[in-house]
């Protein structure tokens, strides 16, 4: 397959005047990809400063594979060599030329995370964080059991991904280059490696589990999981509230954070009335033992991820933030 999508960006470039090369990036470029992966390419282009598709009907469009293909300005590969979390790290990093010619930039130096990618990765935290509480409400009230069941394992998954986001982006803004990797043990072990001891034991926390259960939607879930996925979610939104506070406090990361604060606590607002009603609401017991049975233990133990996200719009409130700030200025002067 690979010598065919050569050809086929061959063929590409010949038909896109714009394009100066063609990488084959991601897991099919690190050899760390599953059978079914996609193929991963972008087109390096002569002019402009926005990532974008590629136009349609290019020859490697035609290939009887996956192929997501993105096209990528040559000024902004420059642009973001050392940016932490932007797809163009990958690119330089693992990237391998499947047609044309490129300059592939220096890779090497002192990396820092730009706000707009800090932003991304805890937008995902805040959104994952919601879409895990929108699960535990539903949890026990479809009226069929492997309906209730198939939604713990979206919950799992949910806080799972929420945690990880959250870890990543914690690394990113301390200037922490984190692995390709959905273990958070990998995580805080980098964050100790690099000095930051403190910073480590903020992630121990939303640990554990989580980089198995990245994939619960589609392997299941345990009892044990289920229980540890709702100590995993309070820790996080606690984590979640602390960080975009302390990002508020730092000036390059102030006028993101503030936005992200008004999206946690958006989301916050909306879901603590559904999952506060949802407690008061009886569920009927499912047909598997008590030891056996995910939503049991979704449901007993939900009671304690409400109290944390009603916490969250007070610990992003202006005020808190204010005090947080000042409290660091005369600190840090």
């Not at 479809?142 to 990543?168: M, P």
């Amino acid at each position: 397959m690979l010598s065919s999508i050569r050809n086929a960006a061959e063929e590409s470039l010949k038909a896109w005047p714009d394009a100066k090369a063609v990488v084959l990036f991601g897991s099919r470029a690190r050899g760390d990809h599953s059978p079914l992966s996609d193929w991963d390419i972008a087109f390096i282009t002569s002019g402009g400063e926005r990532i974008g598709p590629v136009p349609t009907g290019l020859p490697i469009h035609g290939l009887p594979c996956k192929v997501e293909c993105l096209a990528l300005p040559e000024a902004v590969v420059r642009r973001k060599a050392l940016a932490i979390g932007h797809v163009v790290r990958g690119i330089i990093r693992d990237g391998k030329l499947l047609a044309g010619s490129w300059n592939r930039p220096n890779s090497r130096g002192a990396v820092t995370m730009r706000p707009d990618e800090y932003a991304r990765l805890v937008r995902n935290a805040i959104t994952f964080t919601g879409n895990a509480v929108a699960r535990a409400v539903e949890i026990g009230e479809t009226g069929n059991c492997w309906d209730d069941i198939n939604l713990c394992n979206h919950f799992v998954a949910e806080s799972a991904d929420a945690a990880e986001h959250l870890a990543k982006a914690k690394l990113g803004r301390h200037g922490i280059e984190y692995s390709r990797t959905h273990d958070l043990g990998q995580l805080a072990s980098q964050a100790r490696r690099a000095g930051f001891s403190d910073l480590a034991r903020d992630i121990d926390p939303i640990n554990g589990l989580a980089g198995k259960q990245h994939m619960a939607a589609y392997d299941g879930v345990t009892v044990e999981g289920c229980q540890h996925a709702v100590r995993r979610l309070r820790a996080e939104i606690i984590l979640l509230g602390e960080e975009i506070r302390s990002a508020r406090s730092v000036p390059s990361f102030a006028e993101t954070a503030n936005e992200l604060a008004r999206n946690a606590t958006n989301m916050a607002r909306k879901q603590v009335p559904a999952l506060r009603q949802a407690l008061s609401r009886e569920v009927k017991p499912s047909r598997l033992p008590l030891d056996q049975d995910p939503v049991a233990a979704i449901v007993q133990t939900r009671t304690t991820i409400v109290d944390a996200l009603g916490e969250l719009p007070i610990c992003l409130a202006p005020e808190k933030i204010a005090a947080n700030r000042s409290t660091n200025e005369r600190q840090w002067g």
